[in-house]
């Protein structure tokens, strides 16, 4: 058995005895995930059904010292959800409300337990949609916009965190407190103009609080897309020409990727790329209300991809199969997301290192990458995407190994360790970053930076309790 | 903890040999939601009606089944009665197979079936499932009823007029001899409707399912050794069966080797045409060969069995067959077809867990009462009884038929 029985009663009394559970049986899933971060087991995990029951498991843990660690499906590919100190794993799925769809302001508000499958369905209905990322349809949609998900509307709005329009959450100590315009009235249209102490909690991989409740803002389904592509012979030829097209503003998503990502499974070990192949593989999805409108958009591309041509940008006309295509239009998908793709054949151990980057430095990160990897006998199956017209952009390096092998298990760890150590001082900040990230990452850290952070931490959560030892500073 | 161990227990001999397929599964969990997007229509649902009930992580879909194979695998877990409980009360419906991308989709149903069948060297097998499985050894039978009796359905008329030679075997089942017998009556009569070249056996046994479900292998092959053997003992060329599960033993099973079916396991060389009764009237309607002589005029909404629809990929026979019927209008359930709702009784659930088995069937029951039909139809004896005993637990208005009932209503009669 797990945690004690004395506990467990009082977990019993508040959720009933089918939802709180401390047999290492039933717990074991809990205790790992598809990366390489070490297992630990939780001592309790309880499946909480509403607000009251999640205050008074909160007031329970403050005074047993004991930790809380908020689950939905722990699928976020950085071992955020393993409960480092034990504790009690909180297991939200049973929350999977949508509470509302208001079309009239344009958002939708949520609990935790609602999958990207339950909210695109029904959002459909309505003719609108969110921004649907790259993973499992299972996987809870709010979880993934406080944690920076990302999403296929990157290159209009920027990743999902930024499409958050209010919340709920119970504080560590037991307190609710609403935020933005649902502080004030019944609607949850926006965080503005207030102060943004949403920021008290997106981020922050489940440390500050539990997120109960989520509006975010919604958009209408563009009824006609395309998906245009290109390649390239390199990571400066690719870069240059995401640039010069995503300032323009057009498009809904432009990412691209290298020839290992692109194989179906990525290469595992590593395998040389055909000499007379592309290294770099891109596409764009543009969307419109009209086929004036994708036509129009279709020729301001070409215009960027003869003027990057031109100025002797090594591009090289490239069509990606229907099915591809297909792929980025009707998301999500479960075939995009279900890590097929990724570790396919491997041993099913999936983790990466990246991600948010200057773009100027992409090139730069990917070729010291590349040798890294290849060093370590792994496939450089990196992604460039960009968030948000010009500002920032994701670089990622989707890396899967063997976990029937602790060798292999190491040799992944190690070679995406030392890409972080590469990668922080060129500008790049890790998402969802495990905490062995962290330890580098706080290496490079402002010290102001760190004392607000953990004086932040220290105020929200003064027993600290909220998933212990994840953010490298408490 | 550190990292990942290799495997150590080789004594887990059933599981290991499937240990390269579980350590595909990448713990995605897609397996526990019914997906499909790009359609006219969004649809999501959850499909795991273990998980549905008991929401754990243990319980939800292939992931539960990996990450306890994994466990055990690695000594991290024993065989305790909690993982007795999240192995024996899936109901092997296959919905978190249907879904799952990553190489662990074919052996998922395999290896589910071997951590039951890990489950009898402890002896954490559900009591009830002791208890049929001791009976089913000398009676061939889980209905704790006589093999003696198995034909007992059959009006001697008939049961003397049967030929010793046929194209065919009806292979009745377990459930259409011994407890839904109006579903095997309705068979013949259609059968003799059709013209069917067909005899019934005075020997079958038990298909086996139960036994395969349920992990108990080496059972099961003597079950699939005996019943292979009918084919030449009336020259038949294939079975032609009621019940989804028969159809999948036989077909699968029986016929199917790793990680798909048994084949490896029963060692038998067989390999006949298996059809399921719905299929052969399908093929009649085809060559226009079906005279009906009657009306049917309700709304019939139609359940796919998990064994004859994800299991066996066949979904369109039955409606071919239902559309055909004069008067019925046919309207569908939101989880249909791939994406069809357990009844809750497969799996060896019925038996071991019977509360949980009704209420399965009842949210699949109020599923069916939303579409406004009145009768609720399946192509299987044994969702029929789990679906039946949920309409009237709920005291329904609808009324449970077979497919084959329904067609007996409309055939033969002037």
């Not at chain 2, 349920?214 to 099961?220: H, K, V």
Request: aromatic share 10%; glycine share 8%; net charge neutral.
């Amino acid at each position: 058995m797990g945690g004690n029985d004395r506990i467990l009663k009082q977990l019993q009394e508040i959720v009933g005895p089918e939802y709180a559970t401390n047999d290492e049986a039933l717990m074991y899933p809990y205790s790992y995930d598809l990366t390489w971060n070490d297992p630990h087991m939780p001592d309790y995990v309880v499946l909480p059904k509403t607000v009251e029951q999640i205050q008074r498991i909160l007031r329970l843990a403050n005074r047993e010292r004991i930790p809380v660690v908020p689950y939905v499906t722990g699928t976020n590919i950085g071992g955020l959800c393993i409960p480092e100190e034990g504790g009690i794993l909180m297991d939200l799925k049973r929350m999977d409300q949508i509470l509302e769809i208001n079309t009239e302001t344009g958002y939708a508000v949520i609990e935790p337990g609602v999958s990207h499958a339950k909210f695109s369905a029904a959002l459909k209905k309505h003719g609108y949609e969110f921004g649907w990322g790259v993973h499992p349809a299972s996987a809870s949609v709010l979880a993934m916009a406080i944690n920076h998900g990302i999403g296929h509307l990157n290159g209009r709005f920027g990743i999902n965190s930024q499409m958050i329009s209010s919340m709920e959450v119970v504080l560590p100590t037991g307190e609710v407190a609403k935020i933005g315009s649902c502080a004030y009235s019944n609607s949850w249209h926006s965080l503005y103009p207030l102060p943004m102490l949403a920021g008290l909690f997106i981020g922050w991989i489940g440390t500050t609080g539990i997120v109960t409740k989520l509006g975010v803002w919604i958009s209408k389904i563009r009824p006609y897309k395309e998906v245009l592509t290109i390649a390239a012979e390199s990571a400066e030829d690719i870069t240059k020409y995401m640039v010069a097209w995503r300032d323009l503003e057009l498009c809904d998503e432009v990412t691209a990727v290298s020839w290992w990502l692109a194989q179906i499974p990525i290469p595992y070990p590593y395998k040389e790329k055909p000499a007379d192949e592309p290294e770099w593989y891109s596409y764009t999805v543009i969307s419109g209300w009209s086929e004036e409108e994708i036509a129009y958009k279709k020729k301001m591309w070409k215009e960027v991809v003869e003027r990057e041509k031109a100025k002797g940008v090594k591009l090289i006309d490239y069509e990606y199969p229907p099915e591809a295509k297909r792929g980025r239009t009707e998301l999500p998908s479960r075939i995009v997301g279900s890590t097929k793709n990724y570790s396919k054949a491997c041993g099913g151990g999936l983790a990466w290192p990246g991600t948010f980057t200057p773009a100027k430095n992409w090139p730069i990160i990917y070729n010291k990458w590349k040798e890294i990897y290849i060093r370590h006998n792994l496939s450089p199956a990196v992604r460039f995407t960009d968030y948000r017209g010009c500002h920032y952009g994701m670089l990622r390096l989707m890396t899967p190994f063997d976990k029937r092998d602790p060798k292999a298990v190491q040799n992944a760890r190690e070679a995406m360790k030392e890409c972080i150590e590469v990668g922080v001082p060129l500008g790049m900040i890790p998402y969802k970053p495990p905490v062995e990230y962290w330890n580098i990452i706080n290496k490079y850290a402002d010290p102001g930076w760190i004392m607000l952070l953990t004086k932040i931490k220290d105020c929200l959560d003064p027993n600290h309790i909220m998933n212990p030892g994840k953010l490298g500073v408490r | 903890m550190g990292a990942e161990h290799p495997l150590i227990r080789k004594d887990y001999e059933k599981l290991a040999e499937v240990y390269n397929y579980i350590s595909m599964c990448t713990h995605c969990t897609n397996c526990r939601t019914l997906y499909e997007y790009g359609q006219k229509e969004n649809f999501a649902a959850i499909g795991c009606p273990q998980g549905d009930k008991f929401m754990l992580e243990s319980y939800f879909g292939s992931k539960s089944k990996s990450s306890i194979a994994r466990g055990l695998l690695k000594n991290k877990l024993q065989y305790t009665d909690s993982v007795m409980h999240a192995v024996f009360t899936c109901t092997t419906c296959g919905a978190c197979q249907q879904m799952c991308e990553t190489d662990f989709k074919p052996a998922i149903m395999r290896t589910i079936e071997a951590l039951r069948a890990e489950a009898w060297r402890f002896g954490k097998v559900p009591e009830a499932i002791k208890r049929w499985s001791a009976h089913v050894k000398v009676e061939r039978n889980p209905y704790m009823e006589k093999h003696s009796d198995r034909l007992n359905w059959l009006p001697s008329s008939v049961r003397n007029s049967l030929p010793k030679k046929a194209e065919y075997v009806y292979f009745v089942g377990c459930t259409a001899s011994y407890r839904q017998k109006q579903i095997a009556l309705a068979t013949v009569n259609v059968f003799k409707a059709l013209g069917v070249d067909f005899t019934i056996a005075e020997d079958e046994w038990c298909c086996g399912s139960p036994m395969f479900r349920t992990g108990q292998w080496d059972l099961a092959k003597e079950f699939a050794e005996h019943n292979t053997a009918l084919l030449d003992k009336y020259g038949a060329e294939g079975f032609i069966t009621s019940c989804a599960g028969c159809y999948k033993a036989l077909k699968k099973d029986y016929q199917e080797g790793l990680p798909e079916g048994y084949k490896d396991k029963l060692g038998i060389d067989f390999h006949a045409k298996v059809l399921h009764s719905t299929q052969v009237v399908a093929e009649r309607l085809k060559k226009g060969e079906v005279n009906f002589t009657g009306k049917f005029e309700k709304v019939v909404t139609y359940h796919d069995p998990c064994h004859l629809g994800r299991h066996c990929e066949v979904y369109e026979e039955p409606r071919e067959v239902l559309k055909a019927i004069p008067g019925v209008k046919l309207v569908e359930m939101e989880r249909t077809r791939k994406f069809s709702f357990c009844c809750g009784a497969g799996g060896g659930v019925r038996a071991a867990f019977p509360e949980y088995s009704l209420e399965t069937a009842a949210k699949r029951v109020e599923e069916a009462e939303g579409t406004g039909a009145e009768i609720l139809t399946s192509a299987c004896p044994f969702c029929y009884r789990n679906l039946k005993d949920a309409l009237e637990a709920k005291g329904s208005n609808m009324k449970m038929m077979d497919v084959i009932e329904i067609l007996n209503e409309v055939l033969g009669k002037k």
